[in-house]
């Protein structure tokens, strides 16, 4: 199976177009249905915005896929012969786009939600889109056996998520998703997985065309049904490049980490954002204005600034990770390493990872758990010394001591 770069490049040009048609049209049904993003305590826009985007960057993909086909019948072949390389994944995008999209309209409880999404993501692991092995060296591999479907579950729900919680800048999200994708493109060409490739090629046209009107000041938001819809699209990539053989009999874990590099910041972010709420004894789901990029405007940073900035981060890391597929060995893992380094480092220096922070709040845990404790003890003592009155005094005395005792 192959592509030329006539297909290739047709397909991203079909998807960039239709991304340019339809986004503006999208835009205008969705204030005349009212499918709009309301001004809020935690939004950064004054007027309502659409926020419906993700339904044409979805149908731009499909149209520049829908090209790619046509040109390349080896490829459309390909994907009717193995689901799992394609029409499982598609289909999850548009589940996904749903599941967002009711979320917009009518604000799903956490937990519909996330039934929502396991359910997606196993019906993507019975497909045959997982994380099973991980090929490190040409003879050495780690096998992931009865763990595959919690640990393939953890990675497709968390990436979709983390590009959920990132998407709260104008062109953020959509901006991060065009390098990872792009990532994920370099990735299919070097692997010769031409379908992997030209999705994902497809959708950084797609992204690149709805830029246009989602850039600050944005006109159009991605909303759930879209940002949930790149991050699935980001998670599913990163496996399907693990089911093709690596160039020459090499490893295979750059296939895996290459993606989960560039996808650092949403991921990080992400991270960091649940541990500080269960620190902080609150829903590692609640929401609050405490991510990266609401740290970075509240430090002064203009809103197109503070994305570009992201958006910079994440191109680092994204480079050191192109770099290290062309590499091997000792240079391979140190370019890694660097492009980790780079992101957490920024973090660090922005003030969004704090120790001492993260210590405070484990001692203010640790204090409450122990009060909690000795509350709770009181309290069955004091219990048991009412049951055991037998007299209006001893009554007495023991409400006291309970009235002492709360105070």
Known sequence: MTASVLSLTLAACTALLVALVVTPMLRRLAIRLGLVDDPGLRKVHKEPIANVGGFAVLAALFAGLGMLLLMEPGIASALWAEPAQGLAVLLALVLISFVGLADDIVNLRVRHKALAQVLIATGLFLAGVKLDVIQVTGNVSWGFGIWSYPITLVWI??????????????GLAAGIAVMVCAALAILGVQYEQYLLAGMSLCMVASLLGFLVYNRHPARIYLGDCGSLTLGLFVATGSLLSLHAPAPEGGPRYIAFALPLLAATVPLLACLHCMLRR???????????????????????????????????????????????????GVPRMLLLVAGLLAVATFFWAVGYFSFRNILTNLRQVRSIAREEKLAQRSYEDLRLEMREATSFDQWWTTLCHAAQALS
């Open 157 to 170: 729900v968390g990436v979709t998520n983390a590009f959920n919680l990132i998407d709260g800048l104008d």
């Open 278 to 328: 269960m620190l902080e004894r609150r829903s590692p789901f609640s929401a609050d204005k405490g991510h990266i990029h609401h740290l970075l405007i509240s430090l002064g940073l203009p809103h197109g600034r503070a994305v570009l900035l992201l958006h910079g981060v994440t191109l680092v890391a994204t480079s050191l990770g192109v770099l290290a597929l062309y590499q091997g």
